[in-house]
């Protein structure tokens, strides 16, 4: 129920607003009983109700001159957000409760707040709840029993000491006793020092310090296991030749100490060895088995000295046989009774069976049979049979090209008959064809392949035809 107020009235005040307030009285000490004794002061013992003040952390409680006398209560005391509570005649405060600043800990329960290692190194705990860790170093293996609360060191490393040559170990104390049995001093040599106060042993090389490969020499590398570094001599004693040249042939040269150049017998050639016997030397002996000798005959010169062969001819020379030129190439067939070299020259009379080159000059004749080649020059005369290959006029220039079967010179002539088609030449457009005939003459038809249309050049001008 909400607090009730009572508003004073006016005279003549009436019974019933008189019950009113009464009833507005009573209203409001529903929950509050006092007595008043002799003294006049309210003794509240017997309270039904929660004691609760009528704004948030304003009243007081008693007052420092006014204190009460005990305090009884059965279950919890609430200090802000603190709770203290019992269990039986045992007292819990919060965690982290602390007296005059520091924590309250269990006084039977003793622990370490530093740890010290060899007697110098310390760890400090920095805080009540502060953690200390263990690392595993090399050779050590940490593993950890929660349920024990153990720490398990484990040594991974050396697990046993076996005491061998000139050793000794104590099983009681692990102690090794390590006893030379060998070198018991170390004098310094030539090029060495030691030190008397710890034994070091200093090499010093006062001799050769380097070695480097100079002309006929090769040093090479060091061999890991036994140390030993080859010197090898790369030239031979005495003067030796290194190379052989051929005249028109890639030189020989020689690969190692060891290389060793062979001759290999050719057509007409012997070649015999002869080892050293006696006063004699090594030597080579190269023989001639085909031609002996060379005697000079008719228009034949032979140099006794050089052995070169001139040969000359006249009207009155016959040659049997046949004739090559300087390079080898064969002009007249001597076996066969042909010339299959190319003719330079004017041909007078007949020519009967097949030219096969080019001919080049005139022909004044008749010549009967096939011509396979290049006719350079006049033919006068009839040419019976069939020409294979191009033919040129006086001055170079192709008439008929015999490669790829066409007539490709001018066709002078007041009637063109052919039993299938003429074709003129075919240019790709008219660059391609100013290019080709920079100079052409009054007459001329060609086809140009861009404009598709045949042109005729009418002595000033390409100009259309179709």
Do not use: C
């Amino acid at each position: 129920m909400s607090r009730q107020s009572i508003t004073p009235g006016k005279a003549p005040i009436v019974w019933s607003t008189v019950e009113d307030a009464f009833t507005k009285i009573n209203a409001n000490f529903t929950e509050l009983y006092a007595s008043i004794g002799d003294v006049g002061s309210i003794i509240f013992d017997a309270i039904e109700s929660d004691l609760v003040p009528f704004g948030n952390d304003v009243y007081d409680l008693g007052s420092p001159n006014k204190r009460w006398a005990s305090l009884y209560l059965s279950d919890t005391l609430m200090i802000g957000g603190a709770a203290i509570t019992n269990e039986g005649l045992t007292i819990n405060l919060p965690s982290g409760t602390r007296v005059g600043g520091d924590l309250i800990i269990d006084p039977n329960k003793a622990f370490f707040k530093e740890f010290s290692v060899n007697s110098s190194t310390s760890v400090v705990a920095d805080q009540f709840n502060d953690v200390l860790d263990f690392n595993a170093g090399t050779g050590i293996q940490l593993t950890v029993t929660s349920t024990n609360d153990q720490i398990n060191i484990t040594n991974t490393g050396v697990t046993s000491l076996v005491a061998g040559t000139a050793m000794t170990v104590s099983s009681s104390t692990g102690a090794v006793t390590v006893n030379n049995t060998g070198v018991t001093a170390i004098t310094a040599g030539l090029g060495m020092s030691r030190n008397t106060a710890t034994g070091v042993v200093t090499i010093v090389n006062t001799g050769i310090v380097d070695v480097d490969a100079g002309v006929g020499i090769s040093v090479g590398a060091r061999d890991a296991a036994t140390g030993k570094v080859i010197v090898t001599n790369t030239a031979p004693a005495g003067n030796a030749y290194r190379i052989f040249a051929t005249a028109g042939e890639p030189n020989l040269t020689a690969r190692s100490t060891a290389d060793t150049i062979t001759l290999i017998e050719g057509a007409g050639i012997n070649i015999t060895n002869t080892i050293a016997s006696g006063a004699f030397t090594n030597r080579i002996t190269l023989e001639n088995t085909g031609v002996v000798s060379l005697t000079a005959g008719a228009g034949i010169v032979v140099s006794s000295a050089t052995g070169a062969v001139t040969v000359s001819f006249n009207n009155r020379t016959d040659i049997v046989g046949s004739v090559f030129a300087d390079d080898s190439t064969m002009l007249v067939d001597g076996t066969n009774g042909r010339i299959v070299g190319p003719v330079f020259a004017n041909v007078t009379g007949d020519v009967t069976g097949n030219v096969t080159g080019t001919l080049t000059g005139n022909s004044l004749g008749t010549h009967t049979g096939a011509v396979v080649g290049n006719v350079t020059g006049n033919v006068t005369g009839f040419l019976t049979g069939d020409s294979k290959g191009s033919i040129f006029g006086d001055d170079s220039s192709l008439l008929v090209n015999g490669t790829d079967s066409k007539i490709v010179g001018p066709i002078d002539s007041a009637t063109v008959k052919a039993s299938t088609y003429i074709q003129t030449a075919v240019y790709t457009n008219a660059g391609t064809l100013a290019t080709a005939i920079p100079s052409p003459s009054k007459g001329m038809i060609v086809f140009d392949d861009g404009a598709q249309q045949f042109k005729g050049f009418n002595g000033s001008a390409w100009i259309a035809l179709n």
